[in-house]
């Protein structure tokens, strides 16, 4: 029997992850990190959010009491190598404006709330569209919930699995639908080059479950194989690791 385009897909979350292994998303030590770098990426390459991130711990104001309390002037000098400054600035003041309403400023409270609902106030928020709300959810809060990003995009559409203009949320449950019946913990980490693995960090670390693990890793995986070798300007197929699934 053919197999689904669901089987295929983990069939391509099997052989990265044992090409690979784990990429050890998102790198960061604390949830709230992983939301300011979530704001800080929009439009910008990982590097500038980085070089803003660290200006941000230097100063203590990597958590949401420095963003409470810092002027904006001062802010934007700070975040100002993640580029559009002024924006990023004003949405982290928003986001938390919008934690210390409904929960009281705690982070813990907040992620307590059901991903579904918690997903809907994010993306009620400015600057928050579902790249970005569901990067908190998976990536900070650990919720089971799929990030689709460019590079999935393009290596669906590239594979004949959905074209790259299907709507985000009809990837995202493809995606979701696929990987549900996977667990880890079956993955035994290869010996090839880990193109975009990031260090373990106390975040990519955190306790989640086994849905939320696998989510993790594929988008990570994704990332790796639309950077190294799935480029926008040309596909690599010689030696990326999906080339056994071209259609
Ligand atoms: S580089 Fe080629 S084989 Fe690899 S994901 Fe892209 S289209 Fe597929």
Redesign the pocket.
Same mark, same amino acid.
């Given at each position: 029997m053919k197999p689904t385009q669901e089987d295929q897909f983990c069939a391509y979350y099997r052989t990265l992850i044992a090409a690979w292994g784990p990429q050890h998303w998102w790198p960061a030590r604390t949830r709230f990190e992983v939301i300011v770098g979530a704001y800080l990426v929009q439009n910008t390459a990982w590097t500038n959010v980085e070089r803003a991130l660290r200006r941000l711990r230097s100063s203590g104001l990597l958590n949401p009491e420095g963003i409470r309390r810092t002027p904006l002037p001062r802010l934007q000098a700070i975040i100002r190598p993640a580029g559009y400054f002024r924006q990023k600035t004003h949405r982290l003041k928003t986001f938390v404006v919008f934690l210390d309403q409904h929960y009281g400023g705690s982070l813990i409270r907040m992620f307590a709330q059901p991903a579904e609902e918690l997903r809907q106030q994010l993306l009620a928020l400015d600057g928050v569209g579902p790249e970005t709300a569901d990067s908190i959810l998976l990536y900070a809060g650990q919720h089971p919930v799929f990030v689709v990003d460019a590079y999935t995009r393009r290596?669906l559409d590239?594979?004949h699995i959905l074209p790259a203009a299907t709507k985000y949320e009809e990837i995202r449950a493809f995606c979701e639908r696929s990987l549900a019946q996977l667990r880890t913990g079956n993955w035994q980490p290869g010996t090839d080059l880990q193109p975009a693995a990031h260090s373990p960090s106390p975040m990519s670390r955190a306790p989640r479950s086994s849905l939320a693990q696998v989510y993790n890793d594929m988008h990570g995986l994704l990332v790796a194989?639309g950077k190294s070798? #799935?480029l926008k300007s040309k596909? %690599? #197929?010689e030696n #990326?690791p %999906?080339?056994k699934f071209?259609p």
């Open positions: 290596i590239r594979h194989v070798y #799935c596909a %690599l #197929c #990326c %999906l080339q071209l």
